[in-house]
C-alpha cells in the first residue's frame, strides 16, 4: 500500500487527452508531482498542453511511449514511482478504418513501456513501484443475455480492432506481472464524459452539431446502451488504485448511470433547449437522425463496481444531471 499523503513522483502517458489531463489535474491538487508525456496527435487538448507547458508544477514532454530510450530517461531522471498508462488510440469507428495505427500505439507501444519499465524498476530502489494499465470496458464485448454487468472475472471478448488492441495491451501488463513481478495492475472503465472530451466522442458531438444546426447522427436504432461515468468519478477511481490497489489484480469502474444512445441525445438536447434555445425555435431533439449502424456494434455495456467499492473504497459521487450540464456549459464556451 502507498501512503499517498507524502507527495509521489507520477509519470502520465496521455496526460493531455481527455481523462489524463483530468489526471494530472487531480494529482496536483493532492500535491503530486506530475511528469506528462503525450505524442499530442489530434485527440490531445490544446489548451491542457498550453497549461502544462506554463505551469512550473508539471514537466511535460512531447513524445511517444514507443521511444523506449525517452521513457527510460524519464523515468530514471524524475524517479517516478507510478507510472499511469492512458495513452492509447481509442475511437471505435477509426480502428475500424485504420487498425494499423491502434496495434501501433495500444500494443507496441505498451510493449516498450513495459520493458522500460522493468528496467528501471529492476535498476531502482523502488518498493513501492506500480505500473497502472488504464484500459477500457470495451475489452469484455457486450453484456449478453444473461444481462449480468461486466465485472473483473468477465472474459475477455473484444468486438473491434480498438478493443482488441486495447484487450491485447492488458495481457502484456498482466504477463509483464506473472512473468517478471513487475508490480502492475489494470482499471477499466465505461463510457466516460466531461469537459475537454475529443469532438469526434458521442456527447461533444450532439452537442456541436445541434449548436451547429446539423443533423445529430444515431447508430441503428438508438437501443444500444451504455454505463455512462463522469471523469471526475474515473479519475478518483484510479487515484484510489494508485494507493490501495493490489498488484496483479484489476478494478473496474462505474457510473450507475445507464440510457440508451438514444434516450441520452434527447437528454442532451432537452438541457440545451433550456441552456441556449434553437435559434429555428423548435428542440434540438428534432435534429436527431438513425444512421446505418457501426461495424459490429456492442448492444449493451453495464458494469459491476462492487470489488472497488469494497476494496479500494470506490463510489461515483457526482450528480449525472448537474454533470451533463456543466459538460454541455463547457461546450458551448468552447465553441463561443
Given at each position: 500500500m502507498i501512503n499517498m499523503s507524502q507527495s509521489r513522483s507520477f509519470l502520465v502517458t496521455g496526460g493531455a487527452g481527455f481523462i489524463g489531463s483530468h489526471m494530472v489535474d487531480m494529482l496536483l491538487e493532492n500535491q503530486h508531482k506530475v511528469i506528462v508525456l503525450d505524442a499530442c496527435t489530434y485527440a490531445a487538448n490544446a489548451s491542457a498542453i498550453n497549461d502544462f507547458q506554463n505551469n512550473p508544477?508539471?514537466?511535460?514532454i512531447q513524445?511517444?511511449?514507443?521511444?523506449?530510450?525517452?521513457?527510460?530517461?524519464?523515468l530514471a531522471d524524475f524517479s517516478v514511482d507510478i507510472i499511469l498508462n492512458f495513452a492509447a488510440e481509442t475511437h471505435v469507428d477509426n480502428s475500424i478504418q485504420t487498425p494499423e495505427i491502434f496495434l501501433r500505439t495500444n500494443i507496441f507501444g505498451t510493449y516498450e513501456l513495459l520493458t522500460a519499465a522493468m528496467e528501471y524498476w529492476q535498476g531502482f530502489d523502488k518498493p513501492e513501484f506500480k505500473?497502472?494499465?488504464?484500459?477500457?470496458?470495451?475489452?469484455?464485448?457486450?453484456?449478453?443475455?444473461?444481462?449480468?454487468?461486466?465485472?473483473?472475472?468477465?472474459?475477455?471478448?473484444?468486438?473491434?480492432?480498438?478493443?482488441?488492441?486495447?484487450?491485447?495491451?492488458?495481457?502484456?501488463?498482466r504477463s509483464w506481472y506473472h512473468t517478471y513481478k513487475l508490480p502492475t495492475l489494470v482499471t477499466h472503465c465505461s463510457n466516460n464524459f466531461g469537459p475537454r472530451q475529443n469532438s469526434e466522442k458521442l456527447v461533444p458531438k450532439i452537442i456541436s452539431n445541434a449548436i451547429s444546426g446539423k443533423e445529430i447522427p444515431i447508430y441503428g436504432d438508438g437501443q444500444n446502451t451504455r454505463d455512462w461515468l463522469y471523469v471526475g468519478d474515473h479519475c478518483a477511481g484510479i487515484?484510489?488504485?494508485a494507493e490501495n490497489g493490489l498488484v496483479g489484480e484489476s478494478y473496474c469502474f462505474g457510473g450507475d448511470n445507464q440510457y440508451k444512445n438514444i434516450d441520452l441525445a434527447k437528454k442532451v438536447c432537452l438541457h440545451l433547449d433550456k441552456i441556449q434555445p434553437s435559434k429555428f425555435g423548435t428542440s434540438y431533439v428534432n435534429q436527431i437522425r438513425f444512421v446505418a449502424d457501426r461495424k459490429g456494434h456492442d448492444r449493451h455495456y453495464a458494469v459491476d463496481f462492487s470489488k472497488a467499492a469494497n476494496v479500494l473504497g470506490y463510489s461515483p459521487k457526482s450528480d449525472f444531471n448537474e454533470c451533463l450540464n456543466n459538460t454541455i456549459m463547457y461546450y458551448l464556451n468552447e465553441i463561443g
Open positions: 508544477d508539471i514537466k511535460f513524445g511517444n511511449i514507443a521511444n523506449r530510450t525517452l521513457i527510460s530517461s524519464l505500473f497502472i494499465q488504464i484500459s477500457t470496458d470495451e475489452v469484455f464485448g457486450e453484456v449478453g443475455v444473461d444481462k449480468n454487468p461486466f465485472s473483473e472475472d468477465t472474459a475477455y471478448a473484444p468486438r473491434s480492432p480498438y478493443s482488441a488492441s486495447k484487450a491485447s495491451s492488458d495481457h502484456l501488463v487515484l484510489l488504485a
